[in-house]
């Protein structure tokens, strides 16, 4: 449409307010992102995983990847420290705000309720409790490793609090009926059995490192867990311990189901975590489910139906899962 011009040349109010609204709109275009820019972002949620090489480090480490490329910022900083146990000091301290922290160790705290100041922030995976040897070994039940150096893992890991469980279970204790052998890190362990300095490795959960660089080596591994009958017997002292069952091919060296005993673990946050930070969090965990399980198989049981199925009660929640539900 051609403008029309008054006797001094000048465009009719209508025309010159239209075009002083798009210079504005121009301007503001331009300095949108310096203003946003500008905005201070929240802070990342900081959480603490385990030692280097260890399968709560994979796992923290992938989500830290996950999580900040699908937001577009730090959302995550994943912390390594030396498991389970020093999680849970950081925590009563404030040092981090969430923790990757070991199943039957999580129960035990939570069953203190709110006195706890802890609270579910999302499930990770099952960790069903195994003891991997070389092919060649001739051991066939747990007991059959009394007396040999067995390595157990970091003492201060979720996965010895495991195994003193479980070989408590069944009568023996793990530092008294074996050479217990304890490491600085997680990823120093399959080369002791390997190099043949130590007859049997502890471990857990599917994909852990430990057991498939044992497995893919070149003697191969085995995988031993209590027998069935001792299961009762393990979980009637234990009963915060779950029967379970590793499926066969989840290792080279399992050819059946093997049962065994084990328990979910937990990311657990300070029960003061500022809600949209957590609220946050748990958004991304809920959407970016398919892609977590992608990244890691077993970390397919990280979504929010079974975190809502698998809390021990629905006030052990953080409060930032109630908009999610």
Do not use: C
């Amino acid at each position: 449409m051609a403008r029309q011009y008054d006797a001094d040349g000048n465009a009719p109010l209508s025309w010159r307010a239209m075009d002083r609204r798009r210079s504005l709109l121009a301007l503001s275009s331009l300095l949108a992102p310096a203003w946003s820019a500008a905005q201070p972002q929240p802070q990342p949620l900081m959480l603490g995983t385990s030692t280097a090489g260890g399968g709560f480090a994979l796992y923290g480490e992938m989500l830290e990847r996950v999580l900040n490329r699908r937001s577009g910022r730090t959302l995550l900083q994943a912390r390594r420290t030396r498991g389970t146990a020093e999680n849970l000091e950081l925590l009563a301290r404030g040092d981090i705000d969430a923790a990757l922290i070991q199943g039957t160790a999580a129960g035990e705290v939570l069953a203190q309720g709110a006195a706890s100041g802890l609270r579910i922030l999302f499930a990770m995976y099952p960790s069903p409790g195994l003891l991997a040897v070389p092919s060649a070994s001739a051991a066939q039940r747990l007991e059959d490793l009394r007396g040999r150096p067995v390595v157990f893992g970091v003492k201060a890991s979720g996965l010895v609090t495991l195994a003193r469980q479980v070989f408590d279970g069944i009568g023996l204790d793990i530092d008294r009926d074996f050479e217990a052998i304890y490491v600085e890190q997680a990823g120093q362990s399959p080369a002791l059995v390997i190099e043949g300095r130590a007859a049997a490795l502890w471990g857990a959960g599917e994909g852990w490192p430990g057991f498939v660089r044992l497995a893919q080596s070149a003697g191969g591994a085995r995988f031993l867990g209590p027998a069935r009958e001792q299961i009762p017997r393990i979980r009637a002292k234990y009963p915060l311990l779950q029967a379970m069952e590793v499926a066969a091919g989840s290792y080279p060296g399992i050819a059946a189901p093997l049962p065994t005993v084990g328990s979910v673990n937990w990311i657990l946050a300070r029960a003061d975590l500022d809600e949209p930070r957590a609220a946050a969090f748990a958004a991304a965990m809920h959407e970016a489910a398919a892609e977590i399980a992608a990244e890691l198989p077993q970390a397919a049981f990280s979504t929010l139906a079974h975190t809502l199925a698998s809390a021990p009660s629905a006030e052990l929640l953080h409060p930032a899962l109630r908009g999610l539900r």
